[in-house]
C-alpha cells in the first residue's frame, strides 16, 4: 500500500463495507483545493454494484463536508470498460498533458 502515499502529499484511504465485510478501498490524495481519486478496488463479486459510482458520489459528498471547492477522477482511458463510469460524470474538465491544457468538454 505504500505505493499509494507519498511523503509531504495528504492522502488517506475509504472504505467501503457490506454488513460488516470489507468490499472496496479507495486511495485519495489531498490537496488545498480539494480531493483527486488515486485508486479505487473492489471484490470481483461485487462488480454488478457499481461501486466506482457509488465511490465518486461519496468522494464528492467528502469534498462538501470537508469545504473543499474540486473533487479529481483521476485517470481515465478511453476505451477502458473498467473507467467508463468516469465518463458518464458532469461537468467536468479534461487535462491535455501534451498540450498542458484543461478542457471543459471532451
Given at each position: 500500500?505504500?505505493?499509494?502515499?507519498?511523503?509531504?502529499?495528504?492522502?488517506?484511504?475509504?472504505?467501503?463495507r457490506?454488513?460488516?465485510k470489507?468490499?472496496?478501498?479507495?486511495?485519495?490524495?489531498?490537496?488545498?483545493?480539494?480531493?483527486?481519486?488515486?485508486?479505487?478496488i473492489?471484490?470481483?463479486?461485487?462488480?454488478?454494484?457499481?461501486?466506482?459510482t457509488?465511490?465518486?458520489?461519496?468522494?464528492?459528498?467528502?469534498?462538501?463536508?470537508?469545504?473543499?471547492?474540486?473533487?479529481y477522477?483521476?485517470?481515465?482511458?478511453p476505451?477502458?470498460?473498467?473507467?467508463?463510469?468516469?465518463?458518464?460524470?458532469?461537468?467536468?474538465?479534461?487535462?491535455?498533458?501534451?498540450?498542458?491544457?484543461?478542457?471543459?468538454?471532451?
Open positions: 500500500m505504500e505505493m499509494f502515499f507519498h511523503p509531504g502529499v495528504p492522502a488517506f484511504m475509504t472504505t467501503y457490506l454488513e460488516g470489507l468490499i472496496a478501498l479507495g486511495f485519495l490524495d489531498e490537496s488545498d483545493q480539494g480531493l483527486s481519486s488515486v485508486y479505487f473492489y471484490g470481483d463479486s461485487y462488480q454488478s454494484r457499481s461501486l466506482g457509488y465511490s465518486v458520489l461519496r468522494e464528492c459528498a467528502l469534498v462538501k463536508e470537508m469545504g473543499l471547492a474540486y473533487y477522477l483521476g485517470y481515465w482511458v476505451g477502458n470498460s473498467r473507467m467508463e463510469y468516469k465518463h458518464r460524470f458532469r461537468p467536468r474538465e479534461l487535462y491535455k498533458w501534451n498540450e498542458n491544457l484543461w478542457c471543459e468538454e471532451f
